[in-house]
């Protein structure tokens, strides 16, 4: 009788090739745009989106430890800032009578008021905290300048005006069954919403 070696398993080398490739980073690399008027995005409330130049003007490289420390300092910023207009806020609403009678110290006061001190930064966890914040028209409107933006498209306040008011119409108006004729959905050629 002639012993033939058994033949070696696909499943057991397969298995050892597996743990031996791994995809492991060493670097991020963190590419710098201009910012631009948007015209790609619709923002909750008013106009001038934000958007981009097509081309970045500069690139970093960090390592994932210096990217992460790079990026917790910033959220860190961020909620310091935030913490700093909240604060404002509240005492603007503490100098006016029930937040109905504006007084001028009310008015006076700036964001150089709110000292650090008085920023309760400890008590909040920056990674609990940090997420895309909306901002105001105003903001918008002033980080465009800054970054040489000179001139803003007026005509973009309607245009997204119109896109947030067409988003609110969903659908059509039919009730349990779809009339075709009327039917808002059907005339587009898509099934009855």
């Known amino acids: 009788t002639l012993s033939v070696p058994p033949a070696p398993s696909i499943l057991r080398r397969s298995r050892a090739r597996r743990g031996g ?3 492991r980073f060493a670097q991020v690399t963190v590419y710098y745009f201009a910012r631009r008027q948007g015209f790609t995005c619709v923002p909750s409330a008013g106009g001038s989106s934000l958007g981009m130049a097509p081309r970045h ?3 970093r490289r960090y390592s994932l430890s210096q990217f992460a420390h790079l990026r917790q300092g910033s959220h860190r910023q961020h909620l310091r800032q935030h913490l700093r207009r909240e604060k404002l806020r509240a005492r603007r609403r503490e100098l006016t009578q029930n937040g109905t009678v504006p007084s001028a110290e009310a008015a006076g006061l700036t964001l150089a008021d709110v000292s650090d001190d008085d920023l309760d ?4 966890e920056v990674g ?7 901002l105001p028209t105003k903001r918008r409107r002033a980080l465009l300048r800054a970054s040489g933006v000179r001139r803003i498209d007026a005509e973009e306040r309607q245009e997204l005006r119109a896109l947030r008011l067409s988003r609110e119409q969903c ?3 039919c009730r349990l069954t779809c009339e075709p004729r009327t ?6 050629g898509i099934q009855c919403q």
């Open 121 to 124: 930064v400890g008590q909040v």
């Open 57 to 59: 003007h500069r690139a």
């Open 128 to 134: 609990d905290y940090f997420y895309l914040q909306p």
């Open 183 to 188: 039917c808002a959905c059907s005339q587009a």
């Open 171 to 173: 659908g059509c108006l």
């Open 21 to 23: 490739k791994r995809v």
